[in-house]
Structure formats: structure tokens, C-alpha cells
């Protein structure tokens, strides 16, 4: 039955994803707020899609958290879902740093690229992150809020990757303060997994904090702690004497 759920859900992605990427094409005139609010229309019928037909749920903590001034987003990254639901749900217009090859996926790439998010050229290194910091700044005056995952890939449930330092450099950077988002969406959807498993995914915001005063590698600790701290408020199964565990994902 599962297998039949996510194959019907693959297909859904598939039928709806091609209207709203022409569409996204046809509207490109407008300005860029309604062309924002048009296109995010996919992620959240998608999101929406996996709850009627997968059968995957979301709650929201922190809700409160979020505050009314210039954000950096560092978010844990398990799964495709998490960008899908943010990018639909959160209250400010969000801008992802991504490799621009992403623009030459067919359908998705187009309508990601009239976002006018932030596109980089990773073979520039250095220079790439200047560009970063410089379109970042932009945004943010703009009154749209940067979303960045510190551990860079996906990471399986119960396990943490290397926090780097990107984002929270950015937040110094520009003097923004930075929201920190756990999650446990991998337990629904795992990474590279076709199977999606119904269930409840549980989005916890932590409070902001404020750059201002502290360095990028102070930052980056504090939003480190806080996040794997919260995962294992979220799922202490996955946690055993305070270490990841090994046990394969429920069934």
C-alpha cells in the first residue's frame, strides 16, 4: 500500500508540476510579489498532496519565534519536503542559495528561476560567497528572508552532518538575526527514497538569535546546539545515551 501511495503521489508531482512551470513562464511579467506567490503555489499543493495521498501530517512549534525584522533561515535538511514547506508556509518571501545548474532542470529549474533567489557558480570559490553575501544583503533589504542548510546535504534521521559556517558568516555578515529549524521529515520521507511513510512531521522553530556581537563560528555552535539538542527532543528513539543511533527507520 505505501508503495502504491508514493507511486500515485510521484505521479501527482509530475501532472502538476508541468501547469504551474508553464505558468510560471506566462507570468513572468508581473511583479516579482505576485510571481512569488503564484509559483509557490506547487510547494504547497505538493505538500498538500503528500497529506491526502502519502498521508504525511505536520505540526508547527515555535510558531511565536519568528520575528518581524531582516532572518537567515538555518534549517536541518532530511528530505525534499522541508523546502517545499517552508518556502510555502513561512510568513516573508524566502531566498535559497543553490547552484545555478539547478535552472537547467526542465520545469522545476525554470519556475525556480524567476524567483530571483540566489543562484551561485561553486567553481568561483571565494568569489562565490562574496556573491552571496552581496545578493544576501539585497534581500534582505528587500524584506525577504535567507533560508540556508548548514549541513549542506541531507542528513539520515538520527545522524548530524558537519555544520559549516556559511550561513551563520552570511548572518554576520549582513547583521541579520538567525532562526533555527529542527525537524523530523526524513522519518516520513526518507532521502532518495521513492517510499514515503504516513505520519506526523513534527517543524520546531527556535528563538532568533542576534549576530550582532558574536563571530560566525560562535553563531554556528549556538545554532548547532540548539538544533541537535531539539532533535532529540523530536525523536529520542533515534538517540541512545546521548549518541546517534544505528536503528534502521520504523516500518
Same mark, same amino acid.
Given at each position: 500500500? +505505501?508503495?502504491?501511495?508514493? /507511486?500515485?503521489?510521484?505521479?501527482?508531482?509530475?501532472?502538476?508540476?508541468?501547469?504551474? +512551470?508553464?505558468?510560471?513562464?506566462?507570468?513572468?511579467?508581473?511583479?516579482?510579489?505576485?510571481?512569488?506567490?503564484?509559483?509557490?503555489?506547487?510547494?504547497?499543493?505538493?505538500?498538500?498532496?503528500?497529506?491526502?495521498?502519502?498521508?504525511? &501530517? !505536520?505540526?508547527?512549534?515555535?510558531?511565536?519565534?519568528? *520575528?518581524?525584522?531582516?532572518?537567515?533561515?538555518?534549517?536541518? $535538511?532530511?528530505? #525534499?519536503?522541508?523546502?517545499?514547506?517552508?518556502?510555502?508556509?513561512?510568513?516573508?518571501?524566502? %531566498?535559497?542559495?543553490?547552484?545555478?545548474?539547478? $535552472? !537547467?532542470?526542465?520545469?522545476?529549474?525554470?519556475?525556480? /528561476?524567476?524567483?530571483?533567489?540566489?543562484?551561485?557558480? &561553486?567553481?568561483?570559490?571565494?568569489?562565490?560567497?562574496?556573491?552571496?553575501?552581496?545578493?544576501? @544583503?539585497?534581500?534582505?533589504?528587500?524584506?525577504?528572508?535567507?533560508?540556508?542548510?548548514?549541513?549542506?546535504?541531507?542528513?539520515?534521521?538520527?545522524?548530524?552532518?558537519?555544520?559549516?559556517?556559511?550561513?551563520?558568516?552570511? +548572518?554576520?555578515?549582513?547583521?541579520?538575526?538567525?532562526? *533555527?529549524? #529542527? $525537524?523530523?521529515?526524513?522519518? %516520513?520521507?526518507? @532521502?532518495?527514497?521513492?517510499?514515503?511513510?504516513?505520519?506526523?512531521?513534527?517543524?520546531?522553530?527556535?528563538?532568533?538569535?542576534?549576530?550582532?556581537?558574536?563571530? #560566525?563560528? #560562535?553563531?554556528?555552535?549556538?545554532?548547532?546546539?540548539?538544533?541537535?539538542?531539539?532533535?532529540?527532543?523530536?525523536? *529520542?528513539?533515534?538517540?541512545?545515551?546521548?549518541?546517534?543511533?544505528?536503528?534502521?527507520?520504523? @516500518?
Amino acid at each position: 500500500m +505505501a508503495w502504491l501511495r508514493s /507511486a500515485l503521489y510521484a505521479v501527482f508531482l509530475l501532472v502538476t508540476v508541468i501547469p504551474f +512551470a508553464l505558468g510560471s513562464v506566462l507570468w513572468s511579467p508581473l511583479p516579482l510579489s505576485w510571481r512569488y506567490r503564484l509559483t509557490v503555489g506547487w510547494p504547497r499543493l505538493a505538500v498538500w498532496g503528500a497529506r491526502f495521498i502519502v498521508g504525511i &501530517r !505536520w505540526q508547527i512549534k515555535g510558531w511565536e519565534n519568528l *520575528p518581524d525584522k531582516p532572518v537567515v533561515i538555518l534549517s536541518k $535538511h532530511q528530505s #525534499a519536503w522541508e523546502t517545499m514547506f517552508l518556502i510555502a508556509w513561512m510568513p516573508r518571501e524566502l %531566498c535559497f542559495v543553490y547552484k545555478r545548474e539547478l $535552472h !537547467w532542470v526542465p520545469f522545476f529549474g525554470w519556475g525556480l /528561476a524567476l524567483l530571483k533567489m540566489i543562484a551561485i557558480n &561553486r567553481k568561483k570559490g571565494s568569489d562565490s560567497f562574496e556573491q552571496v553575501v552581496a545578493q544576501g @544583503r539585497e534581500k534582505l533589504a528587500a524584506g525577504r528572508w535567507m533560508i540556508m542548510f548548514p549541513e549542506g546535504t541531507r542528513i539520515a534521521p538520527g545522524k548530524a552532518g558537519k555544520y559549516k559556517s556559511g550561513g551563520a558568516r552570511v +548572518a554576520v555578515r549582513t547583521g541579520a538575526w538567525v532562526v *533555527p529549524i #529542527a $525537524h523530523n521529515a526524513g522519518e %516520513c520521507w526518507p @532521502r532518495n527514497a521513492f517510499v514515503k511513510r504516513p505520519g506526523v512531521i513534527t517543524v520546531s522553530i527556535g528563538p532568533a538569535i542576534n549576530s550582532e556581537g558574536l563571530t #560566525a563560528d #560562535a553563531l554556528n555552535r549556538q545554532v548547532e546546539a540548539w538544533i541537535e539538542g531539539e532533535m532529540r527532543v523530536l525523536n *529520542p528513539e533515534r538517540y541512545k545515551d546521548g549518541r546517534p543511533s544505528e536503528r534502521p527507520s520504523p @516500518r
